[in-house]
Nanobody, 124 residues
Framework: QVQLVESGGGLVQAGDSLRLSCAAS????????MGWFRQAPGKEREFVAT????????SYANAVKGRFTISRDNAKNTVYLQMNSLKPDDTAVYYCAGSRLRVFRTSQDSYDYWGEGTQVTVSS
C-alpha cells in the first residue's frame, strides 16, 4: 500500500509561481509512474502531468505545457509540480497519483493510488 500526501498549495496572484510536492510512503516509489491531476469547481478531474518511474519521460496537458514542470526525487520518495505563470483557470484541487506501471500514463484509470489533494487558487 502506498500513501501519498500533497503539499504546497495556496492562494496566489495571476503570474505567480507555486511548487507542489507529493510525498510517498513505501519502498517501491521508484518503480511507480506518477501523475498530477486537478479538479476545478463544477468540472471533472483532468490530467495535468505525468512522469515515468525513472523520471526520464514526461507528458503534459496542452493547457499547462510550457508553464508546468513535473519532476521526481526517488531518493526522497517525492514528486514535484513546478507551476509558473499561473492563471485563474489553474484554480483547482490538485491531486497526486501513483501507478504500478513504470511508463507514464495520462489516463486516471491507470493510477492505483491517490492523495487527498491540495487547493490552488489563482486570483486575477
Amino acid at each position: 500500500q502506498v500513501q501519498l500526501v500533497e503539499s504546497g498549495g495556496g492562494l496566489v496572484q495571476a503570474g505567480d509561481s507555486l511548487r507542489l510536492s507529493c510525498a510517498a510512503s513505501g519502498r517501491t516509489f521508484s518503480s511507480y509512474a506518477m501523475g498530477w491531476f486537478r479538479q476545478a469547481p463544477g468540472k471533472e478531474r483532468e490530467f495535468v502531468a505525468t512522469i515515468s518511474a525513472s523520471g526520464g519521460s514526461t507528458s503534459y496537458a496542452n493547457a499547462v505545457k510550457g508553464r508546468f514542470t513535473i519532476s521526481r526525487d526517488n531518493a526522497k520518495n517525492t514528486v514535484y509540480l513546478q507551476m509558473n505563470s499561473l492563471k485563474p483557470d489553474d484554480t483547482a484541487v490538485y491531486y497526486c497519483a501513483g501507478s504500478r506501471l513504470r511508463v507514464f500514463r495520462t489516463s486516471q484509470d491507470s493510477y492505483d493510488y491517490w492523495g487527498e489533494g491540495t487547493q490552488v487558487t489563482v486570483s486575477s
